[in-house]
């Protein structure tokens, strides 16, 4: 996952890295600058470490607040001085003025942010909470400046290059998305709206990560937890001891609905209370349920939309989108659910079976589903994830898995970095060199789960690479594997690799930008596009020569065996109907809540969700959503509104391009170039759709994706 929730807002401001003071002669006012009062704050000049890497080492939670308090007031000078330049309006004096403007805010703003998802205390998250609105308030106040706008809309694209025009058009839409044209009256209903929208994010989020930290379940006796290895019931010791309860066991929870280690927990007991814990987290009628905060949401998006002149918030929100409409997102998702759902029943069919053949004398439930799937796999394919696990010790996977990947296919290498200091101790960083030897990036990489963390795993930039700016990309992977306890060798699951190598696939994307403007460059892409670089990078996790370079058993150092690779690819279209069925459910609930058209349509939560899904023909009562609307944080906290679908949109671009590299020679460097070329290289610079054609030959198929689900031969 690409984490755009604050990505949004600082787009939203054109706030960039560098600030030139601007060098209008109409106005006599000055841009502020920084008193003695904050020349010990680190967030008021850019950090002295190679490209600007955050000084973690010097940055606290006290300078946040001074930090904002005058990036805003210095960004609302900038933002006035351009508005009002009595000059003529140019492309220079406008548009390049804004992207050089707000370099503190922003730079406040996102090192806040990442802090916020992968590290936060109560002191952060009451910032968060108090800012929110603020924030959201001074991006109205940009974007619903009538003189502003006015520049840009007389700004002529002519004698402009390729990128310029871009921006340009980048520039003019955002506005007109945004509200440019409302009335006076109508701008301001909307910048009410936006800062209500704003706080109920914010409230939403920090809500589900409490309610996942309390959602946690704990077990007295290790015989409850019969069937997890003995490092995973070590590791749940000592989380219980560090929650405050020595003697038991905790099971913390995953973002997901399904949990990981209920595929192995052969109490059918524990896994039901697992799975209720995953599936209840969020809606106890306690200071955490989320469901009165989401049913606002809901309705203050849809007023949002109609202020905006849109029937629903989706058509608002899809715009800008490769999609263009709710309803070709729609049809792209009517065309995986029937089949989807028919796999699905027969999956359900097989573990059925396959109790009543043990004489388990129960219907299977949806805490059942991944415990008996995994023998029907090893019926099946004769394949055992436990058996899979040892040769997947997490650091092996990343330098010889990911990188080795990476440097076989575009030539670029790693070297790792512990002079650099780090917002918590689990974090490790890497510098990473072109095939010509120049330093490319910094990349850092937080593995492990933890209470300040939210759920899930996401890439982010603490520093975005811009020629204008003269910056380079600063980058972070999160994860939320289970930390080993210690001593112990941190094993994942094969889940949990291909997890990895797709959020390094966003990383290559924000790693190899190469443009002039902060606003245009790396993953700066409409949501259902982002995907599909990381996407496509899941596939080497099994390409044989990667594979066999990482997958290493992590006590006898002897590569895995080809028994065990062939099960694997064998298996690969194993459960798709399930694991289609959990995405695409979620998908559309995620659209029909962002589709209604008035507020009547707004029943309760649960209501609402059951009836989605109803509606859509989700009725395998196993095969539950992916995320459960309480805690969808993606669509409620994670700027993915209305866009839940653009990992199926994404996985149709990327199951068709990975098959024309495999036609053309799979993993070779002149394969790797071109991709960088056309697709990781390009940002938002160019029409994605050209760009996908310019790369492919040919306008996306769905086939492939069909091909790859298992749905059709």
């Known amino acids: ?83 009002t330049n009595a000059e003529n309006p140019t492309f220079e004096n406008t548009i390049v003025a804004l992207e050089k403007s707000g370099e503190i805010l922003k730079r406040s703003m996102i090192i806040f942010s990442n802090l916020t998802s992968a590290n936060t205390n109560p002191i952060l998250q009451a910032l968060d909470e108090e800012y929110a609105p603020i924030f959201a308030a001074h991006s109205d106040k940009m974007l619903l400046n009538d003189q502003l706008y006015s520049r840009i809309k007389s700004i002529s694209e002519n004698g402009l290059d390729s990128e310029s025009k871009k921006l340009l058009q980048f520039y003019k839409q955002n506005f007109e998305i945004a509200g440019a044209n409302l009335s006076s009256v109508d701008k301001e209903k909307l910048k009410q709206v936006n800062q209500q929208l704003a706080s109920l994010s914010t409230q939403y989020s920090n809500k589900l990560l409490e309610a996942r930290k309390q959602g946690g379940v704990f077990f007295s006796d290790a015989k409850e937890l019969d069937g ?156 055992d994830e436990n058996q899979i696990r040892p040769y997947f010790e997490v650091t092996t996977v990343l330098e010889k898995g990911v990188f080795y990947a990476a440097e076989q296919f575009y030539g670029i290498s790693f070297k790792k970095r512990t002079d650099l200091p780090t917002y918590h101790p689990d974090v490790v960083a890497y510098e990473v060199f072109d095939h010509d030897g120049k330093s490319l990036a910094i990349y850092y990489l937080d593995f492990y789960t933890r209470d300040s963390k939210s759920g899930g795993a996401w890439m982010s930039n603490f520093v975005e690479q811009s020629h204008l700016l003269g910056t380079k990309p600063v980058i972070v992977n999160c994860f939320n594997y289970q930390k080993p306890a210690p001593g112990k060798p941190s094993l994942i699951s094969y ?108 029943i309760p939560v649960l209501d609402f969700e059951k009836q989605s899904l109803k509606n859509h023909g989700y009725t395998l009562a196993t095969v539950p959503p992916r995320y459960h609307t309480p805690y969808f944080a993606h669509i409620w906290g994670g700027g993915y509104s209305a866009g839940y679908y653009a990992y199926l949109w994404s996985e149709t671009l990327d199951s068709d391009a990975w098959e024309w590299i495999n036609n053309n020679g799979g993993l070779t460097r002149e394969n790797g170039d071109r991709f960088r070329k056309y697709i990781l290289s390009v940002g938002n610079s160019v029409d994605l759709n050209q760009a996908f054609r310019d790369f492919t030959g040919h306008n996306p198929d769905i086939q492939p994706l069909l091909r790859n689900r298992g749905f059709i031969k």
């Open 1 to 83: 996952m690409k984490n755009i929730s604050s990505v949004l807002l600082i787009s939203a401001l054109a706030f960039n890295y560098s600030c030139t003071t601007m060098t209008t002669n109409n106005l006599s006012q000055e841009i502020p600058v920084p008193d003695a009062t904050l020349s010990s704050n680190p967030l008021m000049k850019k950090s002295n470490l190679q490209y600007e890497a955050p000084e973690f080492d010097k940055i606290k939670d006290q300078h946040f607040k001074p930090a904002f308090d005058f990036g805003l007031k210095q960004h609302d000078a900038e933002i006035l001085k351009i508005a």
């Open 228 to 383: 997890l290895s003995q490092d995973d019931i070590d590791a749940a010791k000592i989380d219980a001891k560090n929650a405050g309860q020595p003697g038991k066991y905790l099971l913390a929870l995953q973002n997901t609905t399904q949990q990981p280690l209920l595929q192995n927990l052969k109490n059918r007991a524990s896994r039901e209370k697992l799975y209720k814990a995953s599936w209840l987290r969020a809606e106890k009628n306690d200071g955490n349920d989320t469901r009165e905060t989401i049913e606002k949401l809901a309705a203050t998006r849809l007023k949002k939309a109609q202020i905006l002149g849109k029937k629903s918030f989706a058509e608002w929100k899809l715009q800008d989108q490769m999609a263009k409409t709710p309803e070709a997102a729609v049809n792209l998702m009517n065309q995986l659910a029937k089949p989807a759902v028919e796999t699905a029943q027969r999956e359900a069919k097989d573990i059925q079976n396959l109790i009543d053949q043990q004489k388990g004398g129960f219907t299977v439930e949806p805490w059942d589903w991944n415990f008996y799937a995994e023998q029907v796999r090893k019926a099946k394919y004769d394949l």
């Open 495 to 602: 889940d949990d690799v291909s997890t990895m190598f797709h959020e390094f696939g966003h990383s290559i994307h924000g790693m190899f930008a190469n443009q002039k403007y902060p606003s245009l460059s790396g993953t700066n892409v409409p949501r259902d596009f982002v995907e599909f670089p990381s996407q496509i990078n899941e596939h080497w996790a099994l390409d044989p020569v990667i594979l066999n370079n990482y997958a290493i058993h992590y006590e006898t150092k002897q590569p895995i065996p080809q028994t065990l690779v062939d099960k694997i690819k064998k298996a690969a279209t194993f459960n798709q109907g399930y694991m289609t069925t959990e995405l695409v459910s979620a998908a559309s609930v995620d659209m029909d809540w962002h589709s209604v058209t008035s507020e009547a349509q707004l």
